[in-house]
C-alpha cells in the first residue's frame, strides 16, 4: 500500500471511530471536522459511495443530521450545520467555503437574550447535480432543485427550482440550464 493509501485509511478510521462510516471509495482530506466530541450533540453524519471532502470541512449535525448521497463533492474549507437535516443529492458540487444551516434562532424582544432562545429547526435539502459556489450561503428551511446553480457569494433566503441559475444576495433567479438541444437563453 502507498504512503497516500495508509493516509486516507487513517483518515476515514479517524472520522469512522466519530460516527462517519466512509467506505474505500470515498477520499479525505486533511482536518475535517465533524464538530462536538460529545456523542450526545453530534447527531448523525452520512456519506454515500465515492464522495470527495475535502480539507478543512466541517460537518457539524449538533444532533440533528447530514446526509450525503453518492459522488457528493464538498470543497475545502465548506460548512454544513445539520441541526435542522441537511441532505444534498447525488453528483453534488459544494464550492469552498459555501455554508449550508438548517436552522436559526428565535428574536425575541429586547428583554431577552437571543442566545437564551431555542433553534428554529428548518430542514434544508439541495438536490442531484447541483454547483453551489465559493462563499455561498444557503440558509435554513430551503430547498434547491435538481441541476440548480448558486453562484459565488450568492445568500439563499428562497427556495431554487429545478435548472435555476441564481445570484446575489439575496438571490435570485438569473437564468435557467437549458437541456440539450434546446437554444440558450442570454
Given amino acids: 500500500m502507498t504512503i497516500p493509501g495508509i493516509i486516507q485509511r487513517w483518515r476515514r478510521w479517524c472520522l469512522a471511530r466519530r460516527g462517519l462510516a466512509l467506505d474505500r471509495s470515498c477520499y479525505v ?10 456523542a450526545a450533540v453530534r447527531g448523525e453524519v452520512t456519506a454515500g459511495s465515492y464522495c470527495e471532502i475535502n480539507q478543512g470541512v466541517e460537518l457539524n449535525a449538533f444532533g440533528g443530521s447530514i446526509r450525503l448521497a453518492d459522488r457528493v463533492w464538498l470543497g475545502p474549507y ?16 459544494v464550492s469552498m467555503h459555501a455554508t449550508v444551516v438548517s436552522s436559526n434562532h428565535a428574536i425575541p424582544g429586547m428583554d431577552r437574550c ?32 435538481d441541476g440548480a446553480v448558486v453562484a459565488a457569494g450568492a445568500v439563499v433566503t428562497n ?7 441564481v445570484a446575489g444576495n439575496p438571490a435570485r433567479e438569473m437564468r435557467r440550464r437549458k437541456a440539450i438541444g434546446e437554444g440558450r437563453e442570454d
Avoid: C, F
Avoid at 29 to 38: A, H, I, K, M, T
Avoid at 78 to 93: D, F, L, R
Fill in 114 to 145: 437571543m442566545r437564551w432562545e431555542k433553534d428554529v429547526l428548518l430542514p434544508t435539502k439541495i438536490g442531484r447535480d447541483v454547483w453551489i459556489g465559493a462563499n455561498a450561503v444557503i440558509l435554513g428551511g430551503i430547498t434547491i432543485g
Fill in 29 to 38: 482530506g486533511p482536518q475535517v471536522s465533524l464538530g462536538p466530541d460529545n
Fill in 159 to 165: 427556495d431554487v427550482e429545478r435548472g435555476a441559475i
Fill in 78 to 93: 465548506a460548512v454544513i450545520y445539520g441541526h435542522g437535516g441537511v441532505e444534498i443529492g447525488e453528483w453534488t458540487m
